[in-house]
Structures are given as structure tokens and as C-alpha cells.
């Protein structure tokens, strides 16, 4: 019978559920958690009609979170070439997320900012994960594992913040 405890940690052994796991291996083992549901909750959250790509919503989100921004200054943030993301700007003009405006100051400049429709779809994609993840927690745990994962989450949190 398998331990209570195992972790993927280079040179990790088997920890049994009375002894505190170390620090390491509690880190992979909560890296490789985390990027298994990032992943699924991606997979979960996307809709057949939805023909974005994850960098075009992942652009469009950070246009609504900083405001308008130029197709150079997204690149610079979004550590992608220029061509790159000029691409992606015009992927989102054409399906209406975005608009690109003349910028008063500077006419030699063109600020995108997102549309409704654009600020629309962003909030929608949280919705659709948490409606995912609500089923799963309620299929999947007992009332026990949902406490623990409740406590996890704050601890996961405190991370966060630290």
C-alpha cells in the first residue's frame, strides 16, 4: 500500500502521513498541481464557438486591465515580437473585441481598447471555469477534502501575497 504522502521532487522519498513533508517537495508537488489544473480549467472553459486563441485572450485581458496601449507596448508586456503581436491586435479588430483609435496627443500613435463585446467575453471565461470547478469539487470530494482544500486555498493565498 502506497503511502499517504508521495512527492515528485528530484531525491525525494516517500513521506508518511504523520511527518511534514519538506519544503521542496511540497513545492513541486504544489507546481505541478497547480499547472494540471490551470490546464484543465482551460480545457473546461472553452466554448466551440470560441475561435480565439489563449494569446488573443490573454492580450485582450491585459488591454482591459491597463487600458488603451499601443500594439508596441503590449509586445514589450507580453514578451512577444512586434509582428507578433501586431498579428494578434488584428485577429482581435477583426472579430470586434478591439477597436484602435487615434490618439490625440500623438497622431503618429494608435491606442487599442477593448470594445463590450471584448469586456463581454473576458467575463465570461471565469464563469465558465468556476461552473467546471464547482461540479468537480461537489462529484469529486467528500465534505472532509472540500475543508481541507478550503484551508489549502487560504494557505494558497497567504503564498500569494508573501
Given amino acids: 500500500?502506497?503511502?499517504?504522502?508521495?512527492?515528485?521532487?528530484?531525491?525525494?522519498?516517500?513521506?508518511?502521513?504523520?511527518?511534514?513533508?519538506?519544503?521542496?517537495?511540497?513545492?513541486?508537488?504544489?507546481?505541478?498541481?497547480?499547472?494540471?489544473?490551470?490546464?484543465?480549467?482551460?480545457?473546461?472553459?472553452?466554448?466551440?464557438?470560441?475561435?480565439?486563441?489563449?494569446?488573443?485572450?490573454?492580450?485582450?485581458?491585459?488591454?482591459?486591465?491597463?487600458?488603451?496601449?499601443?500594439?508596441?507596448?503590449?509586445?514589450?508586456?507580453e514578451h512577444v515580437r512586434p509582428q507578433s503581436m501586431a498579428e494578434t491586435v488584428t485577429a482581435l479588430l477583426r472579430h470586434g473585441l478591439v477597436t484602435r483609435e487615434s490618439d490625440p496627443a500623438d497622431g503618429r500613435k494608435s491606442p487599442i481598447a477593448a470594445t463590450d463585446q471584448g469586456r463581454a467575453l473576458i467575463q465570461s471565461i471565469p464563469a465558465m471555469r468556476e461552473t467546471w470547478l464547482t461540479s468537480a469539487i461537489d462529484r469529486e470530494l467528500s465534505a472532509a477534502e472540500r475543508r481541507t482544500l478550503a484551508k489549502a486555498a487560504q494557505i494558497m493565498e497567504r503564498l500569494a501575497d508573501s
Fill in 1 to 77: 500500500m502506497q503511502d499517504a504522502w508521495q512527492y515528485g521532487a528530484a531525491g525525494s522519498t516517500n513521506i508518511g502521513p504523520m511527518t511534514a513533508p519538506g519544503p521542496r517537495d511540497t513545492a513541486a508537488q504544489l507546481a505541478n498541481a497547480m499547472a494540471r489544473l490551470r490546464a484543465r480549467l482551460r480545457t473546461e472553459s472553452e466554448r466551440a464557438d470560441m475561435p480565439w486563441s489563449w494569446a488573443q485572450l490573454t492580450t485582450l485581458s491585459r488591454i482591459l486591465k491597463e487600458g488603451p496601449t499601443t500594439t508596441s507596448a503590449l509586445a514589450a508586456a
